[in-house]
C-alpha cells in the first residue's frame, strides 16, 4: 500500500527554556521508516520522541533539516504531507467528548475532504475496524481509555493514509487492551502502511516492530531490528542461560568454574547463569553435566536491558 514512507534529514528543533537559554529538543534526526515497514522509537522521558512526532505532523516547525512524509516536505508541502499521514497522538486531545464517536469521525472526515456517502462509509468502515461499531452512537466522553485510543486511531484511518503515526498507542491502557491495541496496530502493518510509534512498552515494541530507533538527549542513539539490538548488547551485557536439571532439589552440579561467569542463581532443579559468551557456557555446562541436564538454553538481553544500558550509557 506505501509508496513512499516516513525521511528526515538532520531534523533539529530547539526551544527556549525559561532563563530564555536555547536547548535542542530534538538535534540531527536521520530517520526512515522504509514502505510497509513498522519502526519503534523509544527513549527516557524528555528523549526527543513527541518532538520528532510532532515535527513529521506539522504541529510544530523544525529549526533546521527536513523530513518528508508520504514523500512530501512536511512544511513546504504541509497539506500534501498530512493527507498522505494519519497521526494520533493519544489521550483526551483531539477528541470532542460531547459528540458521539460517528460525530467526531465525520467532523474530522470533513476536515480531510471526505464528503456525503463516502465519509459516511468510511467512518463505519473504521468504527468496525477499531471494534467500536456498536458504540458510534455514543458520546466520547462516556469512553474508556482504551476506546478512546481506539477512537484515535479510527480518526487516524479515516482517509485511508498511507503512512500512521502514533505516539504512545497503549499509554495507560491495561493489559488486554494493550494486547488487543497490539493486534489492532499490528493488524495495520500487514496492511501494508507505513507505520512510525513512539513507545515505551518494550513488549509492544518487541512483538511489532520491524526496527526499533532508541533515542536520547535529542539524537538517534542506535538502531537496528529488535533481535540485532539484543545481540549487539550481549557483547556488554552478556548472555542469560538458563540450565533446567533432571534433578528437581539442591543435588544439581555447582556452575561456579563455567567460564566467563557474571552472575549465578540456583532455584530448586534450575540454575540460572549470566556469562559473558552464552555459546561457551552452554557448551562447558553439556560437556561435563549433559547426562543431568533437562534443557539449556540460552539468550541474549532483553529490548528492556538493551534500554536501560543506553539510558545510563554517557
Ligand atoms: N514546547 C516546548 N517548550 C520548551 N521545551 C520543550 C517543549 N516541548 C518539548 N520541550 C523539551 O524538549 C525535550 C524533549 O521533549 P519531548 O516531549 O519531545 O520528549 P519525549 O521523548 O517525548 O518524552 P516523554 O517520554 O516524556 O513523552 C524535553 O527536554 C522537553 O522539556
Known amino acids: 500500500m506505501a509508496e513512499q514512507g516516513i525521511v528526515t534529514r538532520s531534523l533539529s528543533r530547539e526551544f527556549k527554556d525559561k532563563a530564555g537559554r536555547v536547548r535542542?529538543?530534538?538535534?540531527?534526526?536521520?530517520?526512515?521508516?522504509?514502505?510497509?515497514?513498522?519502526?519503534?522509537?523509544?527513549?527516557?522521558?524528555?528523549?526527543?520522541?513527541?518532538?520528532?512526532?510532532?515535527?513529521?505532523?506539522?504541529?510544530?516547525?523544525p529549526t533546521s533539516g527536513s523530513a518528508d512524509v508520504g514523500g512530501h516536505d512536511v512544511v513546504r508541502e504541509r497539506r500534501a504531507a498530512s493527507r498522505a499521514c494519519g497521526f494520533s497522538l493519544g489521550g483526551d486531545l483531539g477528541l470532542y467528548p460531547r459528540l458521539t464517536a460517528l460525530q467526531n469521525l465525520t467532523f474530522f472526515g470533513l476536515m480531510y475532504g471526505l464528503r456525503g456517502s463516502h465519509l459516511r462509509q468510511r467512518s463505519v468502515t473504521v468504527?468496525?475496524?477499531?471494534?467500536?461499531?456498536?458504540?458510534?452512537?455514543?458520546?466520547?466522553?462516556?469512553?474508556?481509555?482504551?476506546?478512546?485510543?481506539r477512537l484515535h486511531l479510527a480518526r487516524a484511518l479515516l482517509h485511508e493514509p498511507s503512512v500512521l503515526i502514533l505516539d504512545e498507542p497503549s499509554a495507560g491502557l491495561d493489559p488486554q487492551s494493550a494486547a488487543a491495541m497490539r493486534r489492532l496496530v499490528g493488524g495495520l502493518a500487514e496492511e501494508g502502511r507505513s507505520i512510525l510509534l513512539t513507545t515505551h512498552d518494550m513488549r509492544e515494541a518487541e512483538e511489532l516492530s520491524d526496527r526499533v530507533v532508541l533515542m536520547k538527549d535529542g539524537a538517534v542513539h542506535s538502531e537496528a531490528t529488535p533481535g540485532r539490538l539484543r545481540v549487539a548488547a550481549?557483547?556488554?551485557?552478556?548472555?542469560?542461560?538458563?540450565?533446567?536439571?533432571?534433578?528437581?532439589?539442591?543435588?544439581?552440579?555447582?556452575?561456579?568454574?563455567?567460564?566467563?561467569?557474571?552472575?549465578?542463581?540456583?532455584?530448586?532443579?534450575?540454575?540460572?547463569?549470566?556469562?559473558?559468551?552464552?555459546?561457551?557456557?552452554?557448551?562447558?555446562?553439556?560437556?561435563?553435566?549433559?547426562?543431568?541436564?533437562?534443557?539449556?538454553?540460552?539468550?541474549?538481553?532483553?529490548?528492556?536491558?538493551?534500554?536501560?544500558?543506553?539510558?545510563?550509557?554517557?
Do not use: Y
Request: charged share 20%; hydrophobic share 40%; glycine share 12%.
Open 24 to 61: 535542542a529538543a530534538v538535534s540531527g534526526v536521520d530517520l526512515t521508516v522504509e514502505p510497509g515497514e513498522l519502526v519503534s522509537v523509544l527513549g527516557p522521558n524528555g528523549a526527543g520522541k513527541t518532538t520528532t512526532v510532532r515535527l513529521l505532523t506539522g504541529l510544530l516547525t
Open 127 to 149: 468504527l468496525e475496524q477499531m471494534g467500536l461499531a456498536d458504540r458510534a452512537g455514543d458520546t466520547v466522553g462516556t469512553f474508556s481509555r482504551g476506546m478512546k485510543q
Open 234 to 314: 550481549a557483547a556488554r551485557l552478556g548472555h542469560s542461560v538458563q540450565i533446567i536439571w533432571t534433578a528437581a532439589d539442591e543435588s544439581v552440579p555447582a556452575c561456579d568454574a563455567c567460564p566467563g561467569l557474571l552472575e549465578s542463581r540456583q532455584d530448586r532443579g534450575t540454575t540460572r547463569l549470566r556469562v559473558r559468551d552464552g555459546a561457551e557456557a552452554a557448551g562447558w555446562v553439556l560437556a561435563r553435566f549433559g547426562d543431568q541436564v533437562a534443557s539449556v538454553s540460552v539468550t541474549p538481553p532483553s529490548l528492556e536491558e538493551v534500554f536501560l544500558d543506553m539510558v545510563d550509557s554517557r
